[in-house]
Structures are given as C-alpha cells and as structure tokens.
C-alpha cells in the first residue's frame, strides 16, 4: 500500500476514536451537556441582532429560553441571510460563515443555511473518521485499508466569496489535490466541469482497483444506480479496462478526455477477472470482483430503506454503515455500529428540543423527558445561527445510551399526505407498497405518492416503476389490493374510505427508468446528483406533469 494512503487511514481512524471516546463521555450528563451547549451558543450571541431581539442576556436556562425565543422555519431567515450574502454584518450568529450548505430541493426550492467553520468540521469528524474507527474496531486486520470509491459530486456556485453547495462538499475540497491517495476517481468524476458521465468514471476506475475496500455515498440510491449501471453496460466496462480506452460515447469535455486517456493502461487481465465474474451473474457481485471489499457507508433509512434491501443482494457478506442524521443544519446523530438503526445523538452539534406528534399543543421537550417508543418532530439550535428551528424530520426513540436517546429517522413531516384528516406519512405508504410487491413478487424500482383533489370524494394516486411487471398483470387486483394494504397500515386512512370521506386509491405503472429520467432532469436543473433523493410526495406542477407523462398506456 502506499505509505501516503496508509497514514492518510491511520490519521482518519485516529481522529475518529478520538471522537467517539468524546462523544461517548458526554453522553453520562447528556441533558446538562446539551444545555450547557444552548448556554455558550446564547451568550456568544446575546450582542447579535437577533440576540438583543429576544433578550439573549436575561437568558439563563434552556426553559427561560423556550418561553421566550419562538420556533423558526427557513422562511424566517431569509432576510437574514440575504444580508450576510451582501456582506452586511451577520445579524444572527458572531461565528463566520465559511459556506452556504444547498439543501438537496427535494422538498422546494433549494435553502442556503448558513455553516460555520466549526459546523464544517461537525461533518468532518462524524462522519467518515467516524466511520473509519468503527470498522477498524469491528474488522480488525480483516480489513486491508485500501482505496475505496466516493461517489460524491461536488459542485459549488460564489455568493459574494462564499462558497454555495452540499455541506459535505464543503469538508472534501480541503483535501482536493491528495484525495487520489484514498479515493480511486479522478478528479473530473468528482469536480465535473461541462457534460461529463461521472457514473461511467467511478465505476470504471474503481473497476480497476482489484484491492477496493468501502464505498462512501450521501444516499445507498447511488450505489445501487452504480450496480445497475454495471448490469447494463459490463460489456462495456470490460472492454475500455482491457485496451485502456475510453468509449468515444461516454461524455467528457475533449481536453479532459485527452488527459484521461493519455495516463490510461490496457489492464487485460483484471478485464478478464471482471468478465468472469460478471458471466456468473451479479449475485455478491461487488464482494467477487472487489475481493477485499468490506462495507458501504451511506444513509439507508427512511425513504432510503428501498434501496438498502436492493443493496443487499449486490453485497455478499460485506456491511452496511447507515452513516448519519443530518441535514444541510447540522449533523445531528451517529450510527456506532454497522448494521444498525439506533442512532446516538451528537450532543456538540445542536441543542435539541422534541414534539410529540401526538401533542396537538406542540410543545417541546428536553432531550432527558422524551420516552423510548414514541416519535417526535426534531426542533434544533445550532451552531450557525438557527434558533429552535424545526427541521421538519420525525424521529423515533429507540433506547437509551446512558443519558442519551437513541433515535431512529423515520421520515419528513411535509412528506405526508393528508387530504382528510388520515396523515399517511411516507413510512406508512413504504409498508403499504412493500407488502403489494412482496405479496406479488413485484421487484419494484421507486413509488410517488399524488394526492387526487379533482376526483370526488379525494383520493390517493400511487405510482409505481417496476422490473418485472407481467404484460398479464391485472392492474386492478393490485391497486385493489394495495388499497388494503394501505388500510392495515394507516387505521385512519381504513376509517376515511368507509366513511366515503376518500375514494380508494387509484395505480399507475410507470415506464422504464422514469425516476431516472427525473433524476436527471433535476441535475439538468442545477440539482447535485448526489443530493438528491427519491420523490415520495408529488407536489408541484412540475412534478405532476412529469410523472403523469409517464404513466404506461
């Protein structure tokens, strides 16, 4: 291995045990460490615009606190942040902002939340160096640390000298000119510049390396997408790897191409491994052509569980690390252990309040008084200038690790369908539609949901893109019986349908790679391929008539 790779390995896993010892120290006063937190982020600010708004000096305790600053959304910051792009002084935060974090517009139109230096380096340490520490603890020398494949894509605009793009993107480019030690991409498929198919480039090179060992990614969707990439085009792959070439229909700015294809070898032999492999389907491919290949790193939950249950039949026995829960505001929770869904929260990244969804009053609580079992609205301060703002992500308790609440992200409150009173929230409809295609042995590719207001009474219109739908397939046995389905899982939904509130749902199947075409469109559109996820909720005119137009007739 080369030694610049190997101490680049050992300073990640270093920090990261550091971290988690950190993190797992603070977790024993949990309730005071978080409050103490709130206390440092309000007295630095008490002289900020929005500090002598609402009397941050005269603040002494985190109940003071939630009696007298109100819960905020973006919308509430927007003036805010205008000023700061203006260069007018930061009304909101005496910390820096070193980066605008874009939010991944799945939800509206893209956010520029403000990040601090020392939020930047929040998603730094929790993250990959996290990671990094975890696994060496789990695998030991198991694991040969060598390269591995991220499939971010890094883009960033200017406002005004200040960088503008995906918060994780924002870590990775101090490490631009070294990143090759550990990451197997050139540069191009990371920073693309122009048309350039970044699919092809980090699956050809990571094709290359006979000695890959992880994959990182913001969502498990794109290493599922980089496997179908590889059922559909192996023939390809193999070829380019055997004559060191680069197909004259991959696209890539000329000078670009010029530069890859001049360092390129032909590598006939780990063509024909490749080749082999391939030839005895793709069942654990990924732990055949990559021998040394141990885990995946990557967000898995929520609308992301789709793809995790993908992945697994591509991953023979190695792991999946479901990363953490974050969003362009901070990262908020990390998974100590592969495998696993209880997420700890990260007590230095915010201070965090609670909503039980259950509580028409919304009031907040504490981290020490919510309870293992039920679920809450995530309302966060953090360290940027965001004060008890509500994310809108919904969580739920899963245990405890001494003081601190392990949590699990179940899904985002304005992806939920409510037309009558039912709140059919994403997890729910995932349930719904994933019992119909077990149920009728369906290999479903993605689902969106449309909430029908023009049809009397309401109803849901559920589309689905599918595999290995049969021509013969009735359509109205499956709707019929996803309808039930979705009447299990959502009691209240079952009570508006008899009550002739709602209508039952209607089904429409889509046509091949119809979420990839969106997908696609979305990034056409300024939207980072690696930011953006799936379209569980149907709800803007351009949405509804894509999706419409790709209904199978």
């Not at 009447?487 to 009570?495: E, F, I, V």
Request: net charge negative; aromatic share 12%.
């Amino acid at each position: 291995m080369n030694p610049i790779t190997q101490a680049s390995f050992e300073k990640k896993t270093e920090k990261g045990k550091e971290v988690t010892k950190n993190l797992i120290t603070g977790y024993i006063k949990a309730a005071e460490n978080n409050e103490a937190l709130l206390l440092k982020i309000i007295d630095e600010n008490k002289d900020t615009f929005y500090g002598k708004k609402y009397g941050f000096k005269d603040i002494h305790s985190a109940k003071e606190y939630m009696e007298k600053v109100p819960m905020t959304v973006y919308e509430d910051y927007e003036e805010y942040i205008e000023k700061i792009i203006n260069g007018e002084e930061n009304p909101v935060s005496v910390r820096e902002v070193v980066h605008f974090a874009k939010s991944s517009a799945s939800t509206g139109a893209a956010k520029k939340v403000p990040m601090c230096f020392e939020a930047v380096e929040m998603f730094a340490d929790y993250t990959l160096s996290m990671c990094f520490s975890t696994m060496d603890r789990l695998l030991g020398k198991s694991w040969i640390k060598s390269r591995g494949l991220s499939l971010g894509m890094i883009q960033f605009e200017d406002l005004n000298g200040i960088t503008y793009g995906p918060a994780s993107g924002k870590v990775r480019e101090r490490f631009k000119d070294v990143e090759h030690y550990v990451y197997t991409s050139p540069i191009i498929a990371t920073y693309p510049k122009g048309e350039v198919d970044t699919v092809y480039l980090h699956l050809r090179y990571a094709l290359m390396e006979r000695d890959l060992s992880f994959i990182t990614c913001s969502f498990l969707n794109l290493v599922v997408g980089l496997m179908k990439y590889l059922e559909q085009n192996h023939e390809m792959l193999v070829r380019d790897i055997k004559y060191g070439i680069i197909d004259e229909n991959i696209r890539l700015p000329k000078e670009e191409r010029e530069i890859l294809e001049a360092a390129l070898v032909p590598m006939p032999e780990r063509a024909e491994e490749i080749r082999a492999e391939v030839e005895k389907g793709f069942d654990s491919i990924m732990t055949r052509v990559w021998p040394n290949f141990k885990f995946v790193y990557g967000v898995g939950s929520g609308s992301f569980e789709v793809y995790a249950d993908k992945l697994r039949s591509y991953l023979g026995d190695a792991l999946i690390h479901f990363s953490v829960y974050s969003a362009s505001e901070g990262i908020f929770a990390v998974n100590l252990e592969p495998e696993a869904h209880k997420m700890a929260l990260v007590l230095d990244s915010a201070f965090y309040e609670f909503i039980d969804i259950k509580d028409e009053s919304e009031t907040s609580l504490t981290l020490e008084k919510i309870v293992e079992g039920n679920e809450y609205e995530v309302v966060i301060t953090n360290l940027s200038g965001f004060y008890r703002y509500r994310i809108g992500d919904v969580v739920k308790v899963s245990g405890w690790l001494e003081g601190n609440p392990l949590i699990r992200f179940l899904y985002r409150k304005n992806q939920m369908l409510n037309m009558a009173g039912e709140k059919t929230n994403d997890r729910t409809m995932h349930h719904a539609v994933s019992s119909l295609c077990r149920d009728f042995g369906i290999e479903l590719v993605e689902y969106s949901l449309y909430g029908d207001y023009d049809y009397t009474p309401g109803r849901y219109i559920v589309f689905m893109e599918c595999e290995n739908l049969k021509s013969e397939t009735d359509i109205h046995v499956l709707e019929k019986a996803l309808n039930e389905e979705l009447m299990k899982a959502n009691p209240s939904y079952a009570d508006k349908i008899k009550r002739g509130l709602l209508a039952p749902l209607k089904l429409y199947f889509l046509r091949e790679n119809s979420f990839e075409v969106y997908r696609r469109l979305m990034v056409a559109n300024g939207g980072s391929v690696a930011q953006l996820k799936p379209v569980r909720l149907i709800d803007n005119p351009l949405r509804k008539e894509f999706f419409f137009s790709m209904v199978k007739m």
